[in-house]
């Protein structure tokens, strides 16, 4: 049973910091691509970050320079560090992970709202 439980979303400030954390069970993470990512009310939901099993990271152009995903593999647990919120930052955000060439593993998100 593959399950990943988002968490440390909340309310910030424009300007502040906020870290996420995507803790896995059922698998291991070691060996996975796991990806981020964000829907905000009224759009469809968009790639935020991906980190790959040799650790090499990838991100959208309007957070690139803001964020920064890492992993912590014997904690079983990726990251999400946000810097520098803007107001367009608010949105659920969700973690995943790429099974079969699909990312089928939703699990409830977390809300980041940034406002003053």
């Known amino acids: 049973q593959l399950q990943l439980v988002e968490s440390g979303g909340g309310l910030v400030q424009p300007g502040g910091s906020l870290r996420l954390a995507c803790a896995a069970s059922?698998?291991?993470?070691?060996?996975?691509?796991i990806a981020w990512f964000r829907q905000a009310p009224g759009k469809e939901r968009e790639g935020v970050s991906c980190?790959?099993?040799?650790?090499?990271?990838n991100y959208a152009d309007s957070v690139k320079g803001r964020f920064t995903v890492s992993r912590d593999n014997a904690k079983n647990t990726v990251y999400l560090q946000m810097n520098s919120l803007k107001p367009e930052d608010t949105a659920v955000y969700y973690c995943n992970v790429k099974r079969g060439g699909v990312y089928d593993v939703w699990g409830q998100g977390t809300q980041v709202t940034v406002s003053l």
């Open positions: 059922g698998f291991t993470i070691d060996y996975y691509t």
């Open positions: 980190i790959r099993s040799g650790g090499s990271t």
